[in-house]
T-cell receptor, first 113, second 116 residues
């Protein structure tokens, strides 16, 4: 009963380093999402993928790239990490667009020094 | 674009009391969905309740219910018989019909503390 699995759970990077956050879901969902959560803020959408091979920018895409490797996996890459990207990152998936609720992973706490 | 506003950064009530969390939103969409998510200290995002905008009947899930006022663009969450385990951040969220790149738009959250 894994649901949405994110790795790693914690990571510390130095400014300029690169990093890929991994996300996998076992619910056969078509749609997958990456959000970031900053202190005092709700979650904000970084990127979205409706299906394998498609990705769309969300509210805050700058500094990130994504890959929808297959139906299960959706990765988020920071090419050159900046302190402003210190945040908690959540991956989510849903059955289809619209009313179906999104299921979230447990988050990755990322600190950029 | 839509916005979601939660005007209560923090609330504190005694165990077993009823508490209402406020949420207002702004959108030009006529068809959309609204959600309340709970985030305990464990950081998980847990769906509490959802409402389809085309349904006039307010959603209910056990001790949780909503007061959905479409004309006023208001979507409050009522928690009855509050329990210590209800202590968490609560986020109101909006999704337009068809989802798409907008995904979920979240409010900034209300920190709810249930006192023993």
């Amino acid at each position: 009963n894994a649901g949405v699995t994110q790795t790693p759970k914690f990571q510390v990077l130095k400014t300029g380093q690169s990093m890929t956050l991994q996300c996998a879901q076992d619910m056969n969902h078509n749609s997958m999402y990456w959000y970031r959560q900053d202190p005092g803020m709700g979650l904000r959408l970084i990127y979205y993928s409706a299906s394998e091979g498609t990705t769309d920018k969300g509210e805050v895409p700058n500094g990130y790239n994504v890959s929808r490797l297959n139906k299960r996996e959706f990765s988020l890459r920071l090419e050159s990490a900046a302190p402003s990207q210190t945040s908690v990152y959540f991956c989510a998936s849903s059955e289809a667009r619209g009313a179906q609720p999104q299921h979230f992973g447990d988050g990755t706490r990322l600190s950029i020094l | 674009a839509q916005t979601v506003t939660q005007s209560q950064p923090e609330m504190s009530v005694q165990e077993a009391e009823t508490v209402t969390l406020s949420c207002t939103y702004d959108t030009s969409e006529s068809n959309y969905y609204l959600f309340w998510y709970k985030q305990p200290p464990s950081r998980q995002m847990i769906l509490v309740i959802r409402q389809e905008a085309y349904k006039q009947q307010n959603a209910t899930e056990n001790r949780f219910s909503v007061n959905f006022q479409k004309a006023a663009k208001s979507f409050s969450l009522k928690i009855s018989d509050s329990q210590l385990g209800d202590t968490a951040m609560y986020f109101c969220a909006f999704m337009k019909h068809g989802g798409g790149a907008d995904g979920l738009t979240f409010g900034k959250g209300t920190h709810l503390i249930i006192q023993p």
